[in-house]
């Protein structure tokens, strides 16, 4: 298309009027390829007309404008058009203006719809003189969509140059729902939802060609979006461009969502994502473009368990106790509180923020434990149970849950004796705590004895965390553990 | 505003006059209550009136029998004691907005007032219009900030996705309306004034009836009767209404369900308003609309730039120049069925399947059982007829002393502040003081986001006119868009509209479509109340930056040639 451009500068810059013959699909310069000449030119058709397909162009408004957008059109395609009426509301970088028509004719095509935005000279319509015009000018239209920067590449099959109507170009790519059609009695109408009609025009798709899946079979926006091959997006933005999230983050599900999803089981209930749940589904994602290791450690809790008996009653709880213990382990082992931000570099925290995972509601959340290392027992505790309370009535502080360092997962209390958690992006390290088993256990001497011991499995980036630097880490975590008192200073 | 003076269930059909007749005539029928009852075409049909009142407005003032000697000794926040003979000075039929203004002013004024009131104080403005959607509209305008992306890049922030509890929502419109409702009791029972239950009927001059279906009536007499009964929604012939699926602004209001698709019938302020509102919340929307345009009875322009952001980018279509013949609500599996006719031609033109359908066609008003006959007063299309002073007319054209009729039901304006106007207005004139309200300075607003307002003549109807009484229209248009304020807010979409004399600098009208229009209006609306000239208000001052710098700048704008010099220039004859 690059190519074609290129090598036919002139006719398309200089030929406002198409002459008929010049029906083969010639691509209309897209954003950015227009010729600038169309500065200097007043906005007025070729006066030599033996064409009767005209172009409507985007005028330039102002000195300084270089490209407008598109309103709204006040026509739609098919009306008739007499001279000096307004037919599209085109907004540059001062106002928003009605551009009227110097011909009589009808419009036939819409070639930049509403909300896109065109460059000063860029054809953004097509004007028929008489009716019989208007199946050719759609032709052109529709041979211009389909490099369109809304639509993504068609299908190799699709490109087809015969002058049929969008029709036939687009029915390619709509996916072939044979399924369980709704019951239709007679022949159908087309029913088609206001949004899925705006759509529709937007991408341009005959909307006659698109099956529709809604309640009565009517044709909805999630119908027209996936004819149109794109990813439905939950905003509800016209804008073609909207969506630049972070392209580490969008790349996969990009490419998941491509293939059609999977058909439904009738009868299946689809439930939407609460935003909690859409967060967590997200970080999920993301989790999956870091490389990470397990290593599991054995730590023996009889001393822990003792000295959760004494300082129970003070209101300690075990989350506080383990928390503190892994803030001072990772006090000495900075590299497991490190992140790795960009690939590139170790970031050092200042401060050890413990995040322990909680499940509510059908959610899960990660109230977080600031400057676990720095603050006492008690302390912790209280703060812990306040963050929980928090957490509890949908409260929390961004601050209180994505301020973490290092988390802690705890599914002992439900008897699972070992497991391994994803890494939550942004940070080092997460620590799977399991359950506390009795456990026969053979000392140096030979002597069998039974000791309850915790399965303690930590997920790690393995960019900046190794696998010695987590052996380190877990040991002086068993040793804290082991060996509590310090826990309580 | 609304009464209900009878709450049968029969009285809340249409008003329109015969049940069988014929359907073209019934179309004759809508078009002529449209520019009455709907959207603000209230306010046109007022100025036409305006004109062929002009000239007759030396009518003595009919006020025979007031002592101008009243006694003024009854403290001003009491309820007075009644005239000779009487039992109250004042009867208020209806405890709307527009009963609740007058009571209050008659108490002030001494007089010793009494409300009757068939259902609920507040009327329809207050239980089931302007304030319970107020409410809805609050929680749209929020959902739209939260849902543009574009908007919170800008501001650079991140809302992950807003969502909303449909209840919860429906809880807000309910409680403020019951808190306002309250309200407005409280404050009548403070002031003393009598709320009687009932259904109110006039027996005769000066006596009227009031009491509950099935108990007996009680019998009072009053030196002056005011009918404040309001008006209901207007359902057209052939539509079906029940209350699920098909549903008028009473339904709506509740917000019983989110319906996927959503036709509108109307496209005036009602209609654009839960527009807003159900596509805020999700619903898709098609306008149905019997005039050639949207919006029909705002400034053209104004009306073309509110479609232009209210309409076009949001997920609404529409039809005009069509009338829904007949509406089907959803049942045995099929969704509501709408059948469409050329509203010119009356050809069949087409089918519309949606989920529910809103009948927002305007408000007929609510006069039947009031007793009218019994004062020998003929209600037109269901309105009491009545003179610029709100005094009822009766059938041989006379005025019926001592009755007066305000608020939607005479539907000279259809607008709660008018009603509470013409209220105070009446309550003026029975005091002895001649009161004539000026409805062109009585503003207007649709609480879209962004909102409209409007206040005396649209362009159109000023220059028609200047036109015929030979001066000059002149126009002068601000942007949002060198607002301050606007911008820092990232709403710069908007246009404030100043039609005026640029001879005697006279203000005819202002229109703004923008951020907070519907509080901006009142610099320019209070300007026409006292009859302020731009030459005088363009030197007042405003705090920077507001929004009110619109204002400024429109007054600024506008060119005034001087007005010092009266001699005009000679003329070669």
Redesign the interface.
């Known amino acids: 298309m690059a190519s074609s451009l290129l090598s036919k500068p002139t006719p398309n810059s200089k030929t406002i009027s198409f002459s008929s013959s010049l029906a083969t699909p010639l691509p209309w310069p897209t954003k950015g390829s227009a010729s600038i000449k169309f500065h200097i030119r007043p906005r007025r058709r070729n006066p030599s007309v033996q064409a009767k397909i005209r172009e409507i162009f985007m005028p330039a408004l102002s000195s300084t404008m270089t490209e407008g957008k598109i309103?709204?059109w006040i026509k739609s395609e098919g009306d008739v058009l007499s001279k000096g009426e307004s037919v599209v509301?085109v907004e540059s970088d001062k106002?928003?203006m009605d551009v009227e028509t110097f011909y009589d004719g009808i419009l036939a095509a819409i070639v930049v719809g509403?909300?896109e935005t065109a460059p000063v000279g860029a054809p953004i319509g097509l004007l028929a003189e008489t009716e019989e015009e208007i199946a050719e000018a759609k032709a052109k239209a529709a041979s211009s969509s389909n490099t369109a920067p809304s639509t993504p590449p068609p299908a190799p099959s699709s490109p087809s140059p015969a002058p049929v109507p969008a029709a036939a170009t687009v029915s390619s790519p709509t996916p072939a729902k044979v399924a369980s059609l709704p019951v239709s009695d007679g022949p159908r109408?087309i029913?088609a939802?206001?949004?899925a009609?705006?759509l529709a025009k937007q991408h341009k798709i005959d909307i006659e060609s698109i099956f529709g899946t809604?309640?009565?079979g009517?044709i909805t926006?999630v119908d027209v979006e996936a004819a149109a091959g794109i990813t439905p997006k939950?905003?509800?933005?016209?804008?073609v461009s909207?969506n630049v999230a972070s392209p580490a983050a969008s790349a996969p599900p990009k490419a998941a969502s491509a293939a059609t999803p999977p058909p439904s089981i009738p009868g299946s209930t689809v439930v939407p994502f609460?935003?909690m749940q859409?967060?967590v589904s997200k970080n999920m994602l993301e989790s999956l473009s870091v490389p990470t290791f397990r290593v599991g450690y054995p730590v023996s809790t009889d001393a822990l368990d003792s000295l959760y008996e004494k300082v129970k009653p003070k209101g300690v709880t075990m989350t506080a106790l383990l928390a503190k213990a892994a803030a001072m382990a990772l006090a000495q082992h900075p590299v497991v509180n490190a992140s790795c931000k960009d690939g590139k570099s170790f970031t050092f925290n200042s401060n050890i923020n413990i995040a322990v995972a909680v499940a509510i509601n059908g959610g899960l959340i990660t109230p977080v434990l600031q400057d676990a290392d720095k603050l006492d027992l008690y302390l912790l505790s209280e703060k812990w149970k306040e963050l929980v309370d928090k957490a509890r009535a949908k409260q929390l502080q961004p601050h209180e849950y994505n301020s973490g360092t290092f988390t802690l997962s705890n599914l002992g209390m439900f008897g699972v004796d070992r497991f391994d958690a994803i890494l939550p992006p942004g940070q080092g390290a997460i620590m799977a705590v399991g359950a506390s088993k009795p456990t026969v256990v053979a000392d140096g001497d030979g002597f069998f004895s039974v000791k309850s011991k915790m399965l303690v499995n930590v997920t790690a980036d393995h960019r900046i965390v190794y696998g010695a630097d987590l052996a380190a880490f877990l040991k002086t975590f068993a040793n804290i553990v082991e060996n509590p008192e310090s826990l309580t200073l | 505003m609304q009464a209900s003076i009878s709450l049968s269930v029969s009285s809340h059909s249409s008003p329109a006059a015969s049940t069988k007749s014929v359907r073209t005539e019934e179309f004759i029928c809508i078009n002529a209550l449209k520019p009455a009852n709907v959207r603000f075409c209230g306010l046109r049909k007022e100025i036409l009136g305006f004109y062929a009142l002009k000239g007759f407005d030396s009518r003595p003032i009919e006020l025979s029998g007031r002592r101008s000697s009243r006694k003024l000794s009854a403290s001003l926040s009491e309820n007075g004691v009644p005239s000779k003979g009487f039992d109250y000075d004042l009867v208020i039929i209806g405890a709307g907005v527009g009963g609740h203004g007058a009571a209050l002013h008659a108490v002030e004024k001494g007089l010793k007032t009494a409300i009757i009131e068939g259902d609920v104080v507040g009327g329809t403005c207050v239980n089931r219009g302007c304030v319970p959607s107020k409410a809805l509209l609050a929680v749209s305008g929020r959902m739209r900030e939260f849902q543009s992306e574009q908007h919170l890049k800008a501001f650079g922030l991140q809302v992950s996705s807003a969502g909303y509890d449909r209840q919860g929502v429906a809880d807000h419109a309910n409680n403020l309306a019951s808190k306002i409702r309250n309200n407005l009791t409280n404050s009548l029972k403070s002031l003393g004034v009598d709320i009687l239950t009932g259904v109110g009927t006039i027996l005769g001059p000066q006596k009227v009836k009031y009491g509950k279906v099935g108990f007996s009536d009680n019998v009072i007499t009053a030196k002056d009767i005011i009918i404040a009964t309001g008006s209901v929604p207007y359902v057209p012939k052939g539509i079906e209404v029940d209350g699920k699926t098909v549903i008028t602004s009473d339904h709506a209001l509740k917000l019983e369900s989110v319906p996927e698709w959503m036709a509108i019938v109307g496209s005036g302020y009602i209609g654009l308003e839960f527009s807003d509102v159900y596509t805020a919340l999700g619903s898709e929307v098609t306008f149905i609309e019997a005039l050639d345009q949207l919006m029909p009875g705002f400034d053209p322009e104004i009306g073309k730039l509110a479609q232009r952001v209210l309409i076009n980018p949001r997920k609404i279509d529409y039809h005009t120049g069509v009338f829904a013949s007949k509406i089907t609500p959803a049942k045995d599996g099929k969704p509501v069925i709408i059948e469409l006719i050329d509203a010119k031609t009356k050809e069949p033109k087409d089918t519309l399947e949606v989920d529910a359908a809103l009948i927002a066609t305007g408000r007929a008003p609510f006069t039947k059982g009031l007793g009218l006959e019994n004062i020998n007063v003929e209600t037109q299309r269901g309105f009491v007829p009545v003179d610029e002073r709100m005094a009822v007319i009766d059938k041989n054209g006379k005025l019926v002393p001592h009755v007066y009729c305000i608020g939607d039901s005479n539907g000279k304006m259809m607008l709660a502040h008018a009603a509470s106007a013409q209220g105070i207005s009446v309550v003026e004139q029975v005091c002895g003081k001649d009161h004539v309200l000026n409805h062109l300075s009585i503003p207007a607003a649709c609480f879209t986001h962004p909102e409209i307002s409007m206040v005396g003549l649209t362009e159109p109807q000023a220059r028609e006119k200047g036109a015929n009484e030979g001066f000059e229209v002149s126009v002068a248009k601000t942007s949002f868009k060198a607002n301050t304020k606007a911008l820092a807010e990232n709403e710069g979409e908007g246009l404030a509209k100043l039609i005026y004399r640029p001879d005697n600098g006279e203000i005819l009208g202002v229109h703004i479509f923008g951020l907070h229009a519907a509080d901006l209006i009142h610099e320019a609306s209070n300007a026409i109340t006292l009859g302020t000239r731009i030459q005088d208000i363009k030197f007042a001052v405003h705090a920077h930056p507001t929004l009110s710098e619109v204002l400024d700048e429109l007054f600024k704008s506008a060119k005034v040639s001087s007005v010092s010099s009266p001699i005009k220039e000679p003329v070669a004859v």
């Open positions: 309103v709204s509301v106002a928003d509403e909300g109408k029913v939802t206001p949004f009609k705006k809604g309640s009565f009517r926006p939950s905003s509800t933005s016209n804008v909207a609460t935003t859409a967060a």
